[in-house]
């Protein structure tokens, strides 16, 4: 068994590093090799329509043809058992970078068939996590909830059963004095990190576990 996490964000120490890293813990204490790649470290760029995984007989006939950093990363996941997917949400929806990864992900996968159908070769169990600063009902008010459940159907389409966590109002920065961010307590972001996050740690840890074979994850 292999897990492998993304990590959607520019930080590597923060919300969502922290929350991929231990779900992927949660799949080591099941047996499960992990390994986490970090996308602002990669040079890639989304899909660029080139259609190459669509022509028929073609080299790359269901295969993403662009041969950068995220190749590499590409193939790991084409092997893998299971992935988690982590990014915060700027704006709305997923990093720019998140979003790239996905394009190149996903499309080579699918085909136009009808129904549409799957080039993936197996079944692999995928947990989302997203971190936000929103609450969720802001979240629910602002219709992220859609937007997650369309991630999780591309998924379920293509390369398996996928599950969500989220993770809301989360603290942004550790010292808010040094920025202008006057909408927001820095008290209560304070007490979210010291009290919540560790509650957000032992979910993604089950998380990881769950992909790993302990329970089975919402197809």
Not at 175 to 204: G, M, N, T, W
């Amino acid at each position: 068994m292999n897990v492998i996490g993304i990590n959607g964000s520019p930080r590597k120490k923060w919300n969502t590093a922290t929350l991929v890293a231990k779900a992927l813990e949660g799949a080591a204490a099941q047996g499960a090799t992990t390994e986490q790649f970090h996308l602002y470290d990669l040079d890639f760029k989304g899909c660029t329509s080139c259609f190459a995984c669509k022509i028929r007989g073609g080299e790359s006939y269901g295969k993403c043809a662009l041969n950068d950093d995220l190749a590499p990363v590409l193939e790991r996941i084409a092997a893998a058992d299971a992935l988690v997917i982590g990014s915060p949400i700027y704006f709305g929806a997923v990093t720019g970078e998140t979003r790239s990864f996905l394009e190149r992900l996903l499309f080579p996968y699918l085909t136009y068939t009808v129904p549409y159908g799957t080039l993936f070769p197996k079944k692999i169990k995928t947990g989302f996590i997203y971190t936000m600063n929103v609450t969720e009902e802001l979240s629910k008010e602002s219709g992220y909830e859609q937007f997650f459940k369309t991630n999780e159907r591309y998924v379920q389409l293509l390369l398996g059963a996928a599950e969500t966590l989220c993770a809301y109002d989360t603290c942004q920065v550790d010292d808010y004095s040094k920025v202008v961010i006057e909408s927001f307590d820095p008290l209560h972001k304070a007490k979210r990190r010291s009290e919540v996050l560790p509650l957000e740690c032992q979910r993604a840890f089950e998380l990881g576990q769950r992909l790993a074979g302990a329970e089975s994850v919402a197809a």
